[in-house]
């Protein structure tokens, strides 16, 4: 049975005080709820608060992932974080392609690519994001972008390196709008990733695929999108800043 997940994507949020004080509080949450056996939780905080992070999950309550990685190996790289130094902090996940690094930092699927290679390199799961603009959706051409995006950021990888990636579909006019994707929408979309993912590796390799939806996902909307087959678990932006609610979704299997 593939994994569930629920990740938690802090972005640029929360001081290194307020940011211990949301892990305390996870902390505090976590033990009066009970986590399905299945379901994997992940903290994506700022870099510099990694390691105080992955301290809290040390007993595996949580596992812990960094936003973004560098492209290069090493050297002359002035403020990246390499994929090597975070496989030395024994970090398990990395966002790559989020719509947000595509958008304001010129992320292209040809730079996915380097992540997502550095990353299997060093041991790390990608965690890789796709999904469509506004205009993109109302053009109807989500399928023919998220097709694209997917073909040409991961379908270099062979079948066993596939196997260690994760894909978030994050329509990106659901992403901090509070406009969230109908479930019918994205059991559509995940259905569409699962297929594409059948065709090149087969079923069973596309079977064992976790497929996160992201986008305005909250504890009043996780269960009706959590329900639908194909939808694995969530990317979680906004609401993954109050334990409350985040606790909220992960218990929403
Ligand atoms: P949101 O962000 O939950 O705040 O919409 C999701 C994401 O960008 O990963």
Redesign the pocket.
């Known amino acids: 049975m593939r994994k569930h997940i629920v990740a938690g ?1 802090w972005k640029m949020n929360k001081t290194f005080d307020e940011a211990d004080e949301l892990v305390n509080d996870i902390m505090a949450k976590l033990e009066e709820v009970t986590l399905d056996a299945n379901t994997t939780m992940i903290l994506c905080p700022p870099f510099p608060y990694l390691e105080m992070v992955s301290d809290y999950g040390d007993d595996s309550y949580f596992m812990v992932g960094a936003q973004n990685v560098s492209d290069q190996e090493s050297g002359a790289y002035t403020g990246e974080v390499s994929a090597a130094m975070l496989e030395s902090m024994e970090l398990d996940y990395c966002i790559v392609g ?1 719509s ?1 690094r595509r958008a304001y930092y010129h992320e292209t699927d040809e730079i996915v690519v380097r992540k997502v290679d550095q990353l299997l390199k060093h041991g790390l799961r990608p965690i890789v994001c796709c999904g469509e603009v506004l205009e993109e959706r109302e053009a109807e051409k989500q399928y023919e972008v998220v097709k694209r995006q997917i073909t040409d950021g991961l379908f270099h990888l062979s079948a066993e390196q596939f196997a260690d990636v994760v894909i978030a579909y ?1 329509p990106v006019w ?3 709008t509070g406009k969230t994707a109908t479930p019918e929408q994205a059991q559509e979309m995940h259905a569409f990733i699962r297929g594409l993912i059948a065709e090149k590796y087969g079923n069973e390799v596309a079977e064992e695929t976790s497929i996160l939806y ?4 909250k504890p009043s909307n996780a269960k009706e999108l959590f329900a639908n087959k194909d939808v694995d678990g969530g ?5 993954s800043l109050k334990a409350e609610d985040f606790i909220g979704i992960a218990t929403a299997f």
Do not use: R
């Open positions: 994507n989020h947000e994050e659901a992403i901090g992201g986008g305005s996902c990317l979680i932006g906004g609401a």
